[in-house]
């Protein structure tokens, strides 16, 4: 086929015949290569397969997350907290109650070893007595409703039934959301009260020495308060006490800053995780401040104490207190 006949009519023709059908064979082409349709019945498997695994959709509304129809994490968070944290966790503060119960029927009350003189030296203002019983006082409501809400279902459900149950959790959840703060602002004030009484003194390495003269009974002198007390007052008030109200804060107002539910996850098992030590280490405060020492409650509930008690309990504090020093370290 010469030059020439490239520029005939004919051949024009039969390029744009070709072009033509290039153009209507394509999509027949690419039709032809195009997976099948599913059934319909097999497309909706596949969107709930993609619906359940958070892959997320298209939606009018607003928001973190509000393409996503369901939380795929969601399921493993509640086997965590509703398998280990509630095992582990239950287990822990029955074991504490249990040790407790053990070491008061072994060693009974820690009594004075001589009479009391009668005299009473001030041990605590009204203002640290306020900031004390203002975060007793909530903690132990925090604490029952705290645990209602975690333990409610397993150990009340059976004896209040769905619907006593249900309102029983409605109205813990409500106290504890609105109590929180004011837990957290009773917890500052006591930090704030006691901060310099719990700083590191040298009597402290004694102490820690003869673990208190807990097991052997010997009497250790410490300052205003001893390293065990230090140890609640940082570990369990401070760090522990800020932690637990912190998130429980961040907890009480989702809205805010546009928090992904995933965030909110880990929050409520961390804020439940440091509620159970909390829980457990105040034990130990509680029973010492009632009946594990004779004469400590009268101390927070009155302010003062009778002078055989603080030499025996605090005999540092007791000295300088006596030599007309504040008994501050
Ligand atoms: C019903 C519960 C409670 C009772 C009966 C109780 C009793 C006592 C008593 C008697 C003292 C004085 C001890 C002494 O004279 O050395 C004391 C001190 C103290 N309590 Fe409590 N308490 C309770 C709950 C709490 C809670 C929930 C917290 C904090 C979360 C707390 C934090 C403190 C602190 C920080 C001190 C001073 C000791 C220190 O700073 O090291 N107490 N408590």
Known sequence: MGANSLK?????????????????????????????????????????????????????????????????????????RNGPIKKYGGTILLAMIGVIALFYLIKGQMKLSAPPTGRKMQRFTSFERFAHWGTAVTFVLMGITGLAILFGRTVLGPLLGSEGLGGLLALGKLVHNYLGPVFLFFTILLIGAFLRDNVWQKCDAAWIAKAGGLFSGGHVPSGRFNFGEKTWFWLGVTFLGLFVAGTGLILNFPALMDRTRELMQDLVLLHAIGAVILLTLSFGHIYMGTIGVEGALDSMKSGEVDETWAKEHHEIWYDDVKAGKSGHP
Request: charged share 20%.
């Open 8 to 80: 005939r009519p004919a051949a024009w023709l039969m390029r744009l015949f070709a072009v033509l059908l290039a153009l209507l064979a394509a999509p027949l082409a690419l039709a032809a290569d195009a997976p099948a349709a599913k059934p319909p019945g097999d497309q909706v498997a596949d969107y709930w397969r993609e619906v359940r695994q958070g892959v997320p959709g298209l939606s009018q509304v607003q928001g973190a997350e509000s393409g996503v129809l369901i939380n795929a994490e969601g399921q493993a968070w509640r086997d965590l």
